[in-house]
C-alpha cells in the first residue's frame, strides 16, 4: 500500500517560518519524484518543489526560490518543505505527491491529504 501523509501546517506570521513534512510507506523514496504542490482559494494548484533521487535533481518554483528548500531523510522514508520568510500569498492547502518529475499535477500517481498553511500579515 502507498501512502503519503502530510504534517507541519498552521498559522503562522508573515516572515515566518514552517517545515512541512510528508510521510511515505509502501515504496522506496527512490522510486519516484516527491513533489510539494499548493492550492489557493479559487486558484488552480500549482508546483512549488520538486524533489527526484533518481536524477538528483530538486526543483523550486520561482515564487518560492531562495526561501523554500526542499529535503528528504531516507531512512524515514521523509520528504520535507521547509519554508521560510512566509508572505500571505503563500497561503493554501499544501499537498505532497509521488511521482513525475515534472510540474503539472496530472504526472503524479499517488497524493496525500494535504496540509493547510495560513500567513497572517
Known amino acids: 500500500e502507498v501512502k503519503l501523509v502530510e504534517s507541519g501546517g498552521g498559522l503562522v506570521q508573515a516572515g515566518g517560518s514552517l517545515r512541512l513534512s510528508c510521510a511515505a510507506s509502501?515504496?522506496?523514496?527512490?522510486?519516484?519524484?516527491i513533489a510539494w504542490f499548493r492550492q489557493a482559494p479559487g486558484k488552480e494548484r500549482e508546483g512549488v518543489s520538486c524533489i527526484s533521487h533518481s536524477i538528483t535533481s530538486t526543483y523550486y518554483a520561482d515564487s518560492v526560490k531562495g526561501r523554500f528548500t526542499i529535503s528528504s531523510d531516507n531512512a524515514k522514508n521523509t520528504v520535507y518543505l521547509q519554508m521560510r520568510r512566509l508572505k500571505p500569498e503563500d497561503t493554501a492547502v499544501y499537498y505532497c505527491a509521488a511521482g513525475g518529475p515534472t510540474d503539472d499535477p496530472r504526472g503524479y500517481i499517488y497524493w496525500g491529504q494535504g496540509t493547510q498553511v495560513t500567513v497572517s500579515s
Open positions: 509502501g515504496f522506496r523514496l527512490d522510486d519516484y519524484a
